[in-house]
T-cell receptor, first 116, second 114 residues
Framework: AQTVTQSQPEMSVQEAETVTLSCTYDTSENNYYLFWYKQPPSRQMILVIRQEAYKQQNATENRFSVNFQKAAKSFSLKISDSQLGDTAMYFCAFMNYGGSQGNLIFGKGTKLSVKP | KAGVTQTPRYLIKTRGQQVTLSCSPISGHRSVSWYQQTPGQGLQFLFEYFSETQRNKGNFPGRFSGRQFSNSRSEMNVSTLELGDSALYLC?????????????FGEGSRLTVL
């Protein structure tokens, strides 16, 4: 069974600085997707970034980028120029290629606080 | 375009009662998934419906059930509530099933069981 592990329950960063959130996963599959979702306090969860396992290039979305290490089964999220609005729970998630939406497997989350 | 709407947002029930939660997906989305979120267990998949058919089901007891209507709106029902059912129940929609993992979440229904 696939598992997703986020080893940092909580992190904090100063505004404008860079922070990296860690995620490791376990799977025997070769084709899959990885995601980072953000859940701000009392607001709905939104997709931050997605990575297809067959792509060697790391995904980037504005200030958010990932470091995808397939052999190490590692998928970290880097947030550059942190903003107060980045304060949220961040969930790493995994899905088998071709799986239904129900095959999204989430980590336990990392609570990120951005301090002014 | 309106987002995913969940009702009610908050509710309090007592053990043994049943509850029905509703989810209206984004217009045009045919897949609706339900997740249970608790501090201890995190996000756990309940089930997914696509075009009124249950496509996938998580590891939850039969007290948890759901359905989807022809307009893609979905309901989930929990019967014989237990204290451990207290959680935030999240609904998510997507245009397709078997797709690309991009789910659009609602704000959730927070259930407290006393």
């Amino acid at each position: 069974a696939q598992t997703v592990t986020q080893s940092q329950p909580e992190m904090s960063v100063q505004e404008a600085e860079t922070v990296t959130l860690s995620c490791t996963y376990d799977t025997s599959e070769n084709n899959y997707y990885l995601f980072w979702y953000k859940q701000p306090p009392s607001r709905q969860m939104i997709l931050v970034i997605r990575q297809e396992a067959y792509k060697q290039q790391n995904a980037t979305e504005n200030r958010f980028s990932v470091n995808f290490q397939k052999a190490a089964k590692s998928f970290s999220l880097k947030i550059s120029d942190s903003q107060l609005g980045d304060t949220a729970m961040y969930f790493c998630a995994f899905m088998n290629y071709g799986g239904s939406q129900g095959n999204l497997i989430f980590g336990k989350g990392t609570k990120l606080s951005v301090k002014p | 375009k309106a987002g995913v709407t969940q009702t009610p947002r908050y509710l309090i029930k007592t053990r043994g009662q049943q509850v029905t939660l509703s989810c209206s997906p984004i217009s045009g989305h045919r897949s609706v998934s339900w997740y249970q979120q608790t501090p201890g267990q995190g996000l756990q998949f309940l089930f997914e419906y696509f075009s009124e058919t249950q496509r996938n089901k998580g590891n939850f007891p039969g007290r948890f059930s759901g359905r989807q209507f022809s307009n893609s709106r979905s309901e989930m029902n929990v019967s014989t509530l237990e204290l451990g059912d207290s959680a935030l129940y999240l609904c998510a929609s997507s245009p397709t099933s078997g797709g690309y993992g991009e789910l659009f979440f609602g704000e959730g229904s927070r259930l407290t069981v006393l």
